[in-house]
């Protein structure tokens, strides 16, 4: 496949394939040519309120089917997911522009989200309260919260989907999904895999105008649970919809990830790591780590090595041999990582970078040596291939510095001081730390932030919870 023969697709709604309606256009632009390869059509209000009222009576339906058989027909689309992995990584590849071998990592990712979620299905324990009384029984029950709007972002078009998708199906609601309109054939591939084994309705994904799909979902009586991901900004505006309609709601917001790396830390592993993690979708992670704290006496060291690392980095197009790094999602995203490193330096940062490709959205993997603290990269998330690095003199300084962002997603400390992972772990702001690794998001483990970044967690036995409510039942004979 190439982009000759890419094409955008419908839309499911009702159970059916279909183009929506409504009148609007978006093109899909190939970052690594920024050459338009499809036009995407997207919804109207007529699609949106046609997709509520099948995702109602599809829940009615769906929320009786046993944990048992949801499980099992997930795990059927999960090996659908799983066989077509190679055509939906290539046409993720062509729309959002990572290296081929990133985007069918990621597609494995999303299968196994998902079947994590399809076998918890199945371990959606209620309990038995101890009863007050002779002749009585107290019980808590399991419960579908009722069915969910999601709303998923471009840089990870298959596993911030599949985290939604797979707790709500597997709780027993149904959801109405509004994929990335920048990444709109990957998802819709995904999709494809999950609804050929659901029940019409159950799984439904449209694309359209942000605000008038999240403003006709959310305040719709039928929709009982709202699951973003995505910028602070629009998290902020979706918090206050869902407040204003009293809806549960799950945000998963930005990132601007700390790292200490401590004087006793093996730096040539450090490096080798983060240097990977760093660049891995040009950036493009909220979780991805961004400002370095490194102790002083190794700081020069570091330095040199994670610039020597990032200069190493071979740039191209996602579909070439040999590419470590793509370019940007788009000339959007290319301007403002261009303008955050052109604000930085204007406050003092030195700026260590190397040769980019001249056509695409490409911006040279690029480390930010003695920033201060008030620079743009250090205060705004990077979201691209931007990396600050800074010395500290003690581990209190180093967490100070740490605390000071608003956000509070991910984290990383390397060290072999017992001492100072105590420290660390007790005393860092954010929602999921890494030690002595990159390892910060498993389909078993709950992911989410703190602060700025969000709060409820996806992913993990908590991520299953969002999707259920607790009903207490006191029975007495």
């Known amino acids: 496949m190439n982009a000759g023969s890419y094409t955008c697709p419908q839309q499911l709604i009702g159970g059916r394939w279909r183009a929506p309606t409504g009148e609007r256009r978006l093109k899909i632009v190939d970052p690594a040519t920024a050459q338009p390869i499809g036009e995407l059509a997207l919804a109207g209000t007529a699609d949106l309120q046609?997709?509520?009222?099948?995702?109602?009576?599809?829940?009615?339906?769906?929320?009786?089917?046993?944990?048992?058989?949801?499980?099992?027909?997930?795990?059927?689309?999960?090996?659908?997911?799983?066989?077509?992995?190679?055509?939906?990584?290539?046409?993720?590849?062509?729309?959002?522009?990572?290296?081929?071998?990133?985007?069918?990592?990621?597609?494995?990712?999303?299968?196994?989200?998902?079947?994590?979620?399809?076998?918890?299905?199945?371990?959606?324990?209620?309990?038995?309260?101890?009863?007050?009384?002779?002749?009585?029984?107290?019980?808590?029950?399991?419960?579908?919260?009722?069915?969910?709007?999601?709303?998923?972002?471009w840089n990870f078009p298959l596993v911030l989907p599949a985290r939604k998708l797979g707790g709500a199906l597997a709780a027993g609601c149904s959801i109405v999904l509004k994929g990335a309109e920048e990444t709109p054939a990957s998802v819709a591939a995904m999709v494809a895999c999950l609804a050929e084994e659901l029940p019409e309705g159950v799984l439904q994904l449209v694309y359209g105008d942000p605000a008038q799909v999240s403003q006709v979902l959310v305040a719709s009586p039928v929709i009982r649970k709202v699951s973003f991901t995505g910028s602070v900004p629009v998290g902020r505006q979706l918090a206050q919809l869902a407040g204003q309609h009293l809806k549960r709601i799950t945000l998963e917001l930005g990132g601007h990830a700390p790292v200490i790396v401590c004087e006793d830390a093996d730096v040539s592993r450090a490096v080798n790591l983060l240097a990977t993690h760093k660049f891995r979708n040009a950036g493009q992670a909220c979780l991805a780590p961004t400002r370095f704290f490194v102790a002083h006496r190794i700081h020069d060291a570091f330095l040199e090595a994670f610039t020597a690392a990032a200069r190493g980095l071979q740039l191209g197009a996602g579909t070439a041999a040999g590419t470590q790094m793509g370019p940007l999602a788009s000339a959007r995203r290319q301007q403002a990582v261009q303008d955050l490193i052109a604000r930085s330096v204007a406050r003092g940062a030195r700026a260590l970078t190397g040769p980019a490709p001249e056509q695409g959205f490409f911006v040279a993997p690029t480390v930010l040596a003695d920033v201060p603290l008030e620079a743009a990269a250090m205060v705004e998330e990077p979201f691209g291939p931007v990396a600050c690095v800074l010395p500290f003199d003690s581990l209190e300084q180093a967490i100070t510095l740490a605390n000071r962002s608003a956000y509070g997603l991910a984290g990383y400390l390397f060290t072999d001081s017992a001492r100072a992972i105590q420290a660390v772990s007790d005393r860092l702001e954010v929602g999921s730390l890494a030690v002595n690794g990159i390892g910060v998001s498993v389909p078993e483990a709950p992911f989410g932030g703190v602060k700025d970044s969000g709060y409820g967690s996806e992913s993990g036995c908590e991520g299953m919870e969002a999707f259920l409510d607790s009903k207490f039942m006191h029975y007495t004979a």
């Open 50 to 153: 046609e997709a509520l009222q099948a995702t109602d009576r599809a829940f009615a339906a769906w929320r009786q089917v046993p944990a048992h058989e949801r499980c099992a027909r997930l795990e059927r689309g999960v090996a659908r997911i799983r066989a077509a992995s190679e055509r939906i990584a290539t046409l993720l590849t062509l729309e959002q522009g990572k290296p081929l071998a990133e985007a069918r990592a990621e597609c494995a990712m999303a299968a196994d989200l998902v079947k994590w979620y399809a076998e918890e299905a199945r371990r959606s324990y209620g309990r038995v309260v101890p009863a007050r009384g002779p002749g009585s029984r107290m019980q808590v029950l399991k419960q579908p919260v009722g069915p969910v709007a999601a709303f998923s972002p």
